[in-house]
C-alpha cells in the first residue's frame, strides 16, 4: 500500500499540497521529510506523539525523517492557537529543554547511522544577521497575506507582538535550510500548522524554484469533543517524572469504547486488521482492547519494561492478579508524620491531589479511600502505626491508586 493512503487508512491525514504530486513523489523516490518541535517545556505530551507516529510509519516504509529541534524559533514562541504571547525563555532553559525532548523523539524514530535526523534550527536562526534576513527572506512575504492566516488574524484583537509576527518568516526559512542541506522536500505536522507549512513550500519555490510540499495530521478530540490528553492533574506527559507509567497506561486503559478503534489505529503500529478486529469487540469485551491499547502505548513511549510493570499493578489492582508491588508507590518518614499527621497532606504527597485545598474536597466529596474504607472526615489523622508492612494502600475515586511505604 502507498505509504500516503497507509495513513489516510489509520486516519492521519487532514490535508495536503499539490497531493497528486506528493503521491508521485513517494513512488519515485525515497522522499525526505521533517517536523520541527519547539522546546517550550522540558517533555512532550501526548499531542506531539501523532506527527511522531505518522513520521515512524513513514520512516518504516523507507523514506527519510528529519527531527528538527526549535532552539531559535522557540526564542519566539508560536503565536498559533495562543490567546496571550508565550512566556520567554532563556537560551539554558531552551538548551535543557531539547535535550530531554530529543531522548523522547529517539523512541519513535530510528536515529542509527543512515537513518533518521536530528538538527536544531538554533544552528542558523540564532546567528542570523537582521538585515540580511530581511532583504534575503523578508521580502518573499506579505503582510496581507500574512495577517489573513488564521496564526495571525485571531490573535488581532488580544495584540500582536512584532517578535511573535516574524514567526512564519522564520519557520519558513527552516525549511528552506533543510531543502538546502538535506534535501528536504515535504514538512508535515499538526493541522493548526497549515498556514506557517505552505508559507516554508513557497519559500522553496520562490527561492529556489523547486517542488516543496505540505502534509497536515488531524488534531485529536475524545468522541465526546472534550481534549484528547487531558487528564485530572493536566496534560498527558511523556516525561515518567511528571506522569508515571502506570498513570500514562491507566490513561489509555480508561478511554471511551467508541474512541478505541480510532486509538489503536494512531497511536500503535498493530497491523489494521488487528486494529479492526480489536475495534469490533463489544460489552465486556472491549476492555480486551483497551488492556492491548494501553500496553502498546505505554511500551513505545516508556519501554516494555514499564508497560508490562503497569500492566501488572492494574492487574493486581482491578483484576484480582498480577503484581501487587508494581502499583505506583510513594514514601513518608515517621517524622514527616509526627510535623503533619493529616490524611489531606498524606493525599497531597502520593501524588493523588496537587494541593492540600484539592485533596479536602476529594475527601469530602468522599473520593478517598485507605484501602477499601471510605474517608469523609477532613481532619483524619495517620501515625506511623497506621502502616501495615506492605504499606498503606490509598485511592482516589476508583481507579487512582497509591501504595504508601514507611520510610526508615
Same mark, same amino acid.
Given at each position: 500500500?502507498?505509504?500516503?493512503?497507509?495513513?489516510?487508512?489509520?486516519?492521519?491525514?487532514?490535508?495536503?499540497?499539490?497531493?497528486? =504530486?506528493?503521491?508521485?513523489?513517494?513512488?519515485?523516490?525515497?522522499?525526505?521529510?521533517?517536523?520541527?518541535?519547539?522546546?517550550? !517545556?522540558?517533555?512532550?505530551?501526548?499531542?506531539?506523539?501523532?506527527?511522531? /507516529?505518522?513520521?515512524?510509519?513513514? &520512516?518504516?516504509?523507507?523514506?527519510?525523517?528529519? !527531527?528538527?529541534?526549535?532552539?531559535?524559533?522557540?526564542?519566539?514562541?508560536?503565536?498559533?492557537?495562543?490567546?496571550?504571547?508565550?512566556?520567554?525563555?532563556?537560551?539554558?532553559?531552551?538548551?535543557?529543554?531539547?535535550?530531554?525532548?530529543?531522548?523522547?523523539?529517539?523512541? /519513535?524514530?530510528?536515529?542509527?547511522?543512515?537513518? !533518521?535526523?536530528?538538527?536544531?534550527?538554533?544552528?542558523?536562526?540564532?546567528?542570523?544577521?537582521?538585515?540580511? /534576513?530581511?532583504?534575503?527572506?523578508?521580502?518573499?512575504? %506579505?503582510?496581507?497575506?500574512?495577517?489573513?492566516?488564521?496564526?495571525?488574524?485571531?490573535?488581532?484583537?488580544?495584540?500582536?507582538?512584532?517578535?511573535?509576527?516574524?514567526?512564519?518568516?522564520?519557520?519558513?526559512? @527552516?525549511?528552506?535550510?533543510?531543502?538546502?542541506?538535506?534535501?528536504?522536500?515535504l514538512q508535515v505536522g499538526g493541522d493548526d500548522q497549515w498556514?506557517?507549512?505552505?508559507? +516554508?513550500?513557497?519559500?522553496?519555490?520562490?527561492? #529556489? &524554484?523547486?517542488?516543496?510540499?505540505?502534509?497536515?495530521?488531524?488534531?485529536?478530540?475524545?468522541?465526546?469533543?472534550?481534549?484528547?490528553?487531558?487528564? *485530572?492533574? +493536566?496534560?498527558?506527559?511523556?516525561?515518567? =517524572?511528571?506522569?508515571?507509567?502506570?498513570?500514562?497506561? &491507566?490513561?489509555?486503559?480508561? *478511554?471511551?469504547? $467508541?474512541?478505541?478503534?480510532?486509538?489503536?489505529?494512531?497511536?500503535?503500529?498493530?497491523?489494521?486488521? =488487528?486494529?479492526?478486529?480489536?475495534?469490533?469487540?463489544?460489552?465486556?469485551q472491549i476492555n480486551d482492547a483497551k488492556r492491548v491499547l494501553?500496553? #502498546?502505548?505505554?511500551?513505545?513511549?516508556?519501554? #516494555?519494561?514499564?508497560? #508490562?510493570?503497569?500492566?501488572?499493578? $492494574?492487574?493486581?489492582? /482491578?483484576?484480582?492478579? +498480577? @503484581?501487587?508491588?508494581? *502499583?505506583?508507590?510513594?514514601?513518608?518518614?515517621?517524622?514527616?508524620?509526627?510535623? @503533619?499527621?493529616?490524611?489531606?497532606?498524606?493525599?497531597?504527597?502520593?501524588?493523588?491531589?496537587?494541593?492540600?485545598?484539592?485533596?479536602?474536597?476529594?475527601?469530602?466529596?468522599?473520593? *478517598?479511600?485507605?484501602?477499601?474504607?471510605?474517608?469523609?472526615?477532613?481532619?483524619?489523622?495517620?501515625?506511623? +502505626?497506621?502502616?501495615? %508492612?506492605?504499606?498503606?494502600?490509598?485511592?482516589?475515586?476508583?481507579?487512582?491508586?497509591?501504595?504508601?511505604?514507611?520510610?526508615?
Amino acid at each position: 500500500m502507498h505509504i500516503l493512503d497507509t495513513l489516510k487508512e489509520r486516519g492521519f491525514i487532514a490535508q495536503m499540497s499539490y497531493e497528486e =504530486e506528493l503521491y508521485k513523489l513517494f513512488e519515485r523516490e525515497q522522499v525526505t521529510y521533517y517536523e520541527g518541535t519547539d522546546p517550550t !517545556a522540558d517533555s512532550l505530551h501526548i499531542g506531539h506523539c501523532l506527527p511522531l /507516529f505518522a513520521m515512524a510509519h513513514m &520512516q518504516r516504509a523507507g523514506h527519510r525523517p528529519i !527531527a528538527l529541534m526549535g532552539g531559535g524559533t522557540a526564542m519566539i514562541g508560536d503565536p498559533s492557537g495562543k490567546t496571550d504571547m508565550r512566556s520567554m525563555l532563556t537560551v539554558e532553559q531552551i538548551d535543557a529543554n531539547i535535550r530531554k525532548v530529543q531522548k523522547q523523539v529517539a523512541r /519513535f524514530l530510528d536515529f542509527s547511522e543512515g537513518k !533518521a535526523i536530528l538538527v536544531n534550527n538554533a544552528d542558523w536562526l540564532r546567528s542570523l544577521n537582521f538585515l540580511d /534576513f530581511m532583504r534575503e527572506i523578508g521580502a518573499h512575504f %506579505s503582510v496581507n497575506r500574512m495577517l489573513a492566516a488564521d496564526c495571525y488574524r485571531l490573535r488581532m484583537e488580544k495584540g500582536l507582538s512584532f517578535l511573535e509576527f516574524t514567526y512564519m518568516p522564520m519557520q519558513s526559512y @527552516d525549511f528552506l535550510q533543510l531543502f538546502k542541506r538535506y534535501g528536504c522536500r515535504l514538512q508535515v505536522g499538526g493541522d493548526d500548522q497549515w498556514c506557517n507549512m505552505l508559507s +516554508g513550500a513557497d519559500l522553496i519555490r520562490r527561492k #529556489e &524554484q523547486e517542488a516543496a510540499y505540505v502534509a497536515t495530521f488531524n488534531l485529536i478530540a475524545n468522541s465526546d469533543g472534550s481534549k484528547m490528553g487531558k487528564t *485530572v492533574a +493536566g496534560a498527558l506527559w511523556l516525561d515518567p =517524572e511528571r506522569v508515571s507509567p502506570y498513570d500514562f497506561y &491507566q490513561y489509555w486503559r480508561n *478511554v471511551m469504547d $467508541a474512541d478505541v478503534e480510532r486509538y489503536l489505529a494512531l497511536f500503535t503500529f498493530l497491523p489494521m486488521d =488487528e486494529v479492526r478486529r480489536l475495534g469490533a469487540l463489544k460489552d465486556a469485551q472491549i476492555n480486551d482492547a483497551k488492556r492491548v491499547l494501553a500496553y #502498546e502505548v505505554t511500551k513505545i513511549v516508556h519501554g #516494555e519494561v514499564e508497560a #508490562e510493570a503497569a500492566q501488572k499493578a $492494574a492487574a493486581a489492582l /482491578f483484576g484480582g492478579g +498480577g @503484581d501487587a508491588q508494581a *502499583v505506583p508507590t510513594a514514601q513518608v518518614t515517621a517524622g514527616e508524620l509526627a510535623e @503533619d499527621a493529616r490524611l489531606t497532606t498524606l493525599v497531597v504527597r502520593a501524588g493523588l491531589a496537587a494541593s492540600n485545598s484539592e485533596a479536602r474536597k476529594l475527601v469530602q466529596g468522599g473520593g *478517598v479511600y485507605i484501602g477499601e474504607e471510605q474517608i469523609t472526615d477532613v481532619n483524619r489523622a495517620v501515625s506511623a +502505626g497506621d502502616f501495615p %508492612s506492605e504499606g498503606l494502600l490509598l485511592r482516589k475515586g476508583k481507579k487512582s491508586y497509591c501504595r504508601v511505604m514507611l520510610a526508615e
